[in-house]
């Protein structure tokens, strides 16, 4: 992060700040995201913000936008991503939970916490999940399951994730993977094939012993 913020020039650039501004978010909360320890911390002057950022506000209000754009619309193109049966759609999900470049935990654990004392923060939070159940009840429907099916599936594989994300949940590698064709046969109804768990561990880089 230093070298990409350290090369932009004197003001910085609005990424800059933005990668600042998120990591403070995940280390210290939302409250540590303010302009003058942003400033010492990319070692810039306060008044540089403001060629990028009318105010803290707005600053936030990219990081909201950052949150959404990647998780929600993550979960969104990985649940209408191409599939041969529900179980290999569902694994596509899962890629999201695997995969930090598609779905960042500990972002989601800010912005939730974060929610704790904003209601617009909670507004933000509600409607992510809503968008967020309605595609994956989409992705049931999509392969033959009743509506009301498909709903309680969505929360069923959506709630799940998140408690692994509030309850701050960690597991080996190798023992999610170990677990992971169980939830499938759980969430889907339906038994992962071989070749399509081949599929799912390759991309993760996993060899199951």
Wanted: aromatic share 12%.
């Amino acid at each position: 992060m230093d070298q990409a913020l350290n090369d932009t020039g004197w003001r910085g650039s609005q990424e800059g700040w933005l990668e600042a501004a998120y990591h403070s978010l995940l280390d210290s909360g939302v409250d540590s995201v303010k302009i003058l320890p942003l400033a010492k911390k990319l070692n810039l002057s306060r008044t540089s913000f403001y060629w990028f950022f009318k105010d803290r506000e707005e600053l936030l209000a990219g990081l909201v936008a950052r949150w959404r754009d990647k998780n929600t619309g993550n979960i969104v193109k990985q649940s209408e991503a191409y599939a041969e049966s529900l179980a290999e759609a569902m694994l596509n999900v899962f890629d999201c939970w695997l995969n930090n470049d598609l779905f960042d935990a500990r972002f989601e654990f800010a912005v939730r916490s974060w929610a704790l004392q904003s209601d617009e923060i909670l507004a933000e939070v509600r409607q992510a999940d809503q968008l967020r159940l309605e595609a994956l009840k989409r992705m049931f429907i999509r392969f033959g399951l009743p509506e009301a099916t498909s709903d309680v599936r969505a929360r069923t594989t959506y709630l799940v994730q998140i408690g692994y994300i509030s309850m701050q949940a960690r597991e080996e590698l190798a023992v999610r993977m170990k677990r992971i064709p169980e939830y499938i046969a759980i969430y889907t109804g339906e038994v992962p094939q071989q070749r399509e768990l081949d599929r799912f561990f390759s991309r993760h880089g996993h060899r199951p012993g």
